[in-house]
């Protein structure tokens, strides 16, 4: 069948801030026939294990991931995803941790900042969203949706969690070449996630920022994304033939953190055929951290 060919290569769990869990998010892609999938929660591999005993009992393709954040000059954000990760890796265990605990130090810190502009939320109304996993801006959102400071998740990072938020802060990151180290290391491949989101002002400093990733050791760059349209994905094709990186793409999905955007679709219709998968197998090379 025609169905049976794409792939998503970029997908959120419940061990960071998706809604659904590893297991579910492998049932609904096997339901809405894709023959792969990668699950790359934002810094953490706590899902891994669980999505790939579910693919293996449902007949699928897994792919082991990570997104993990670098960092980059504001307004701009740099995510890395990782593929082929090793969910074991010792390296892959410390960076969580360290990235945890950042997160720990800057979670209360933007709830103070939303009680001094109005917004009275607590931790645990924002714990009371999380499933378990990694805590991130989607659930102080949710949460604030929920006790009704805001109408939706978009205006919550518009008015105050996005980067140009009135309670933005940032947390400490990895350096780019940190985070992509930490990945070989954990056996994988880097690639550069939504490049949209760098928010290069032109395209010749969406190149610089690209070339400099090259030579901090990237593997690839995602050219199919929800949040590029067909100009921004004829551009990170050329990018990607220029600086010799492996395409890739996926939807980012996040159940209903992201409402608008579909599992294996995304928002532009997004569809990521399974060569893309293939190329990006052949170009791996288990555990070979000296590169
Ligand atoms: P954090 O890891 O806590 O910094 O949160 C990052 C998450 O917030 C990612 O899933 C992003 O997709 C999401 N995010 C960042 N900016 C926005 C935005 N303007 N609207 C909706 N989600 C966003
Ligand atoms: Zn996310
Ligand atoms: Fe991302
Ligand atoms: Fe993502």
New binding site residues.
């Given amino acids: 069948m025609s169905t049976e060919r794409f792939v998503d290569l970029h997908t959120?769990s419940t061990a960071s801030?998706g809604t659904y869990s590893p297991t579910e998010l492998v049932r609904a892609a096997k339901a809405c026939e894709l023959v792969a999938i990668a699950l790359t929660d934002?810094d953490t591999g706590n899902g891994l294990k669980e999505a790939a005993a579910e693919a293996a009992k449902v007949g699928m393709r897994f792919v082991p991931g990570i997104e993990i954040?670098a960092e980059f000059p504001l307004p701009g954000t740099l995510h890395i995803l990782g593929y082929f990760i090793d969910p074991d890796s010792p390296s892959l265990h410390r960076m969580s941790e360290i990235l945890l605990e950042a997160?720990n130090d800057r979670n209360p810190r933007i709830i103070k900042r939303l009680n001094e502009l109005g917004c009275k939320i607590t931790m645990e109304q924002v714990r009371a969203v999380v499933a378990g996993g990694v805590v991130?801006?989607?659930h102080i959102?949710e949460a604030l949706v929920r006790a009704g400071c805001v109408a939706s998740?978009?205006q919550a990072?518009?008015v105050y969690l996005?980067t140009t938020g009135s309670a933005y802060f940032p947390?400490e990151r990895l350096t780019p070449r940190q985070a992509i180290a930490c990945i070989h290391d954990a056996g994988g491949l880097a690639v550069v996630a939504h490049p949209v989101h760098l928010r290069c002002q032109n395209a010749a400093h969406l190149a610089t920022a690209i070339n400099h990733l090259t030579e901090a050791g990237i593997d690839g760059i995602e050219v199919w994304h929800s949040d590029h349209d067909a100009r921004a994905v004829a551009l990170m094709l050329e990018l990607a033939k220029k600086y010799h990186l492996l395409p890739t793409g996926g939807s980012?999905y996040?159940g209903r953190?992201?409402a608008d955007v579909t599992l294996g679709h995304g928002r532009h219709n997004v569809k990521v055929t399974v060569d893309v998968l293939d190329r990006l197998g052949t170009k791996w090379r288990p555990q070979s951290t000296t590169r």
Wanted: charged letters at 40%; hydrophobic letters at 15%.
């Fill in positions: 959120h801030d934002h954040s997160r991130g801006r989607p959102a998740i978009k990072f518009d996005g947390k980012d996040h953190h992201k």
